[in-house]
């Protein structure tokens, strides 16, 4: 089961669920597989959604539009919210992270 | 909340328009590079010092390898280092400046002109090399993160601003006699320079890096890195002083030895990446690359037989034009076939789906470009590798012909397939 924080359980599923289609174009599975999201924070009176996220090197090539991707994903599913997009690397990303489905596709 | 929130969006990353430029003229090169092999197959039934050969070797060290070495080098250095390139401008100047000093020194050796055209083209490179360096040097110094990889990087640019200094200096020599040492004496020095403190330096610390990422290894082994990184600039220094003062040739044996301890450590530390990947599958890219670094052991094999032919006092020019052969056309060429399909197209997808992905479904890297022109590349080359040593031994020109024919022709599929990556445009 992927572990991620957040102060709504109905929306952050919802959520989780259009991060589902952020694929990793390296690794082939989804940023929620790959255990990149951390936390889903929703503010209902500022209409603003916080994604705390992570990548799996400071300086992934993909960062860039791993992170664009997510709040381009959120802010389609939740039309009338924004989404704020925050990184972190503490704690840094292990492969730990990465859920059951993830290491199924990656044994194949 | 989680501690160290940084900010809303990645560290940055290198722009694909500083590196695009690098890449395409490095397939233009190889192309280049394999056309001259082919019009000069007579060249290799002789001596390897050689305008042609000097030329076709210069084409390849730094039209091909050394530009895509340093286009990727620019996109890479935030990832290794874990901080901003320092400067972009510098980056596009470099470019600019071995752009044009480079043809300018290949047709200054084919015709063996060494008036201004070899003369300006050794400097503009050289220029160029020094840039790349202060960028690599000031990045490095801006991040907090000096990790092995940084030190391989850093010491493999100061070993490439060494052989371009030296060759620019072996050009003034032609015209301009600075060393009293017959010139053909002087070319091991800038050559090793160039193969081992260059290009095996970096490609180990790069590759040390790329090769547990792409298989998503756990494995990871700073200690054994280290040990390379020492073990390959003692056998430089060592084999550059011993050459120096003329030692004997067995001597030459122990950095010899000290390099191929150097391998056998780096081969471990890939197999054990291997061994502990997540991703079981291997992609034909990574196939090749790893074929590569297997590709590494036979210019060792080459130089421990060339060292006993010159202490049983015998003299063999095919074994020494093999030497360099299997190093530029095998395991520099094979490394760049394989790590340019694993990169390049990421660096286009970020260019064209990065801003619109999220969206909907987009092609991902592996859909920009054709695997089955990569399959027929890889047979051509290696069919044509193999071919072309064939011919070097045999000293047969129809054998060398065919072989350079098929290297051509794995340039060109290269060219069209880097091609098709470069100017895609989104679905």
Same mark, same amino acid.
């Given at each position: 089961m992927i572990n991620v924080i957040s102060n709504n359980k109905l929306k952050s599923t919802i959520a989780l669920a259009a991060l589902q289609n952020v694929i990793d174009p390296e690794i082939g599975i989804s940023v929620v597989d790959l255990g990149l999201i951390y936390q889903i924070d929703f503010e209902e009176t500022e209409h603003k959604i916080f994604v705390t996220m992570t990548l799996t090197t400071q300086f992934c090539p993909m960062g860039e539009s791993l992170t664009g991707a997510v709040k381009r994903a959120i802010e389609h599913t939740f039309v009338k919210e924004e989404a704020i997009v925050e990184l972190t690397f503490d704690p840094p990303w292990t492969h730990g992270r990465i859920s059951e489905e993830g290491k199924q596709f990656l044994n194949r | 909340m989680f501690a160290g929130v940084i900010n809303n969006q990645p560290m940055q990353n290198t722009t694909y328009k500083v590196v695009l430029p690098f890449y395409t003229y490095a397939a233009l090169s190889l192309f280049a590079a394999c056309f001259l092999l082919l019009i000069s197959t007579?060249?290799?039934?002789? /001596?390897?010092?050689?305008?042609?050969?000097?030329?076709?070797? /210069?084409?390849?060290?730094?039209?091909?390898?050394?530009?895509?070495?340093?286009?990727?080098?620019? +996109?890479?250095?935030?990832? #290794?280092?874990?901080?901003?390139?320092?400067?972009?401008?510098?980056?596009?100047?470099?470019?600019f400046l071995a752009a044009t000093?480079?043809?300018?020194?290949?047709?200054? %050796?084919?015709?063996?002109?060494?008036?201004?055209?070899?003369?300006?083209?050794?400097?503009?490179?050289?220029?160029?090399?020094?840039?790349?360096?202060?960028?690599? &040097?000031?990045?490095? +110094?801006?991040?907090?993160?000096?990790?092995? /990889?940084?030190?391989?990087?850093?010491?493999?640019?100061?070993?490439?601003?060494?052989?371009?200094?030296?060759?620019?200096?072996?050009?003034?020599?032609?015209t301009f006699p600075i060393y009293k040492r017959n010139h053909i004496e002087l070319i091991p020095l800038h050559a090793h320079t160039g193969v081992i403190g260059w290009f095996l330096l970096l490609v180990i610390g790069v590759g040390s890096k790329l090769i547990p990422m792409f298989m998503i290894s756990k494995y990871t082994n700073s200690k054994q890195l280290w040990l390379i990184f020492l073990l390959i600039n003692t056998a430089l220094v060592l084999f550059i002083s011993l050459y120096i003062f003329k030692a004997a040739n067995a001597i030459f044996f122990f950095p010899v030895v000290m390099l191929l301890t150097s391998l056998i450590v780096f081969a471990q530390y890939c197999y054990k990446s291997y061994k502990q990947r997540i991703r079981k599958q291997v992609d034909e890219q990574m196939k090749l690359s790893l074929l590569s670094l297997l590709m590494?052991?036979?210019?060792?094999?080459?130089? %421990?037989?060339?060292?006993?032919?010159?202490?049983?006092?015998?003299?063999?020019?095919?074994?020494?034009?093999?030497?360099?052969?299997?190093?530029?056309?095998?395991?520099?060429? &094979?490394?760049?076939?394989?790590?340019?399909?694993?990169?390049?197209?990421?660096?286009?997808?970020?260019?064209?789906?990065?801003?619109?992905?999220?969206?909907?479904?987009?092609?991902?890297?592996?859909?920009?470009?054709?695997?089955?022109?990569?399959?027929?590349?890889?047979?051509?080359?290696?069919?044509?590798?193999?071919?072309?040593?064939?011919?070097?031994?045999?000293?047969?020109?129809?054998?060398?012909?065919?072989?350079?024919?098929?290297?051509?022709?794995?340039? #060109?599929?290269?060219?069209?397939?880097?091609?098709? #990556?470069?100017?895609?445009?989104?679905?």
């Open positions: - | 007579g060249s290799f039934t002789g /001596h390897y010092f050689n305008p042609h050969i000097l030329a076709i070797t /210069h084409m390849m060290a730094l039209g091909w390898g050394t530009m895509i070495i340093l286009g990727a080098g620019y +996109q890479l250095i935030p990832v #290794l280092i874990e901080k901003s390139l320092y400067s972009i401008k510098l980056a596009n100047w470099s470019f000093g480079i043809p300018l020194l290949a047709y200054g %050796f084919y015709n063996f002109d060494m008036g201004w055209p070899a003369k300006w083209g050794g400097r503009l490179v050289f220029i160029s090399v020094s840039l790349f360096v202060i960028n690599l &040097a000031k990045s490095i +110094q801006k991040s907090k993160n000096r990790n092995v /990889h940084a030190w391989f990087m850093l010491a493999a640019s100061v070993w490439l601003f060494v052989t371009a200094l030296y060759g620019l200096v072996l050009v003034y020599n032609f590494m052991l036979l210019p060792v094999a080459v130089i %421990f037989f060339l060292i006993g032919l010159f202490v049983s006092g015998k003299e063999d020019m095919r074994i020494v034009l093999l030497y360099g052969f299997v190093i530029f056309f095998g395991w520099i060429t &094979a490394i760049i076939f394989g790590m340019t399909f694993k990169t390049l197209p990421f660096i286009v997808w970020n260019k064209v789906y990065g801003k619109i992905a999220g969206l909907g479904k987009t092609p991902g890297p592996k859909d920009l470009y054709s695997e089955r022109l990569f399959a027929a590349m890889s047979v051509s080359y290696l069919a044509g590798f193999v071919i072309f040593i064939a011919g070097i031994l045999t000293i047969e020109k129809v054998v060398l012909t065919i072989g350079s024919s098929l290297l051509l022709l794995s340039a #060109l599929l290269y060219c069209v397939n880097a091609g098709k #990556l470069i100017f895609h445009k989104a679905f």
